[in-house]
């Protein structure tokens, strides 16, 4: 069943049209069941990437490949004995695969020091070097992620709720606002405005990599023109 999973941009992946054959499902409904998938959630839309082949009718279709995770996801609505038979194949298939590509890894990859002809350890060498600047801005990469994904704290989340409270406060000062339900309102339009910022629908799910934007937000924020004709109600 090592047909069930291949090679593509070098990493192990299987496609939609080949569940479908395998599952006996119709591929459209493989494909619609990843689009509910990657539509549920935006951390999925990785584990899948949309393309094309030929059918036999030498037409173009859409399909989708996808790694081990995504395969896993997707085969979880898969019921019935025959269906577990078939999952279990086809995570034997992508465990084999790997450890075959594991393992020319490491023949391929061999250390630098290990080798003895000079030339091959001098190319050797300077792959390292290469591979080593990959890891590091993927670390780097992966670090920033990682923080900028980082909520904030409950220390920083009273830190904003005061700067907003004191944006609020300065604006109804400059313009002598002291009606309750004036008041209300701009409070409403300030928050309005810096969850549009962040884009998030509350406060609690606001993160550091929204800080820049609210900043912004803060400095230049202003009532929009339908609460000020609002308020004019009051």
Known sequence: MDELVIMH???VVTTSSKVAEIFEKEHKNVMQSIKNLTAENS???KMFVEDSYLNSRNQQQPMYYMNRDGFTLLAMGFTGSKAMEFKLKYIDAFNRMEERIKQTYVIQKQDSYMITDPVQRAKRWIEEQEENQVKLAMAKRETKDVQDNTPISSKDYQVL????????DRYLS???????????LLRWDLN??????????ARTLIKQKHFTAIAETLVNWEPSESTLEKMKAY
Do not use: E, F, M, W
């Open 174 to 184: 400059q313009h002598q606002i002291y009606n309750k339900n004036q008041v209300a």
């Open 161 to 168: 709720s005061r700067k907003i409270g004191q944006k609020l």
């Open 43 to 45: 951390a999925v839309k």
């Open 9 to 11: 941009d070098k990493q």
């Open 192 to 201: 309005n405005a810096i969850l549009k910022a962040a884009g998030v629908p």
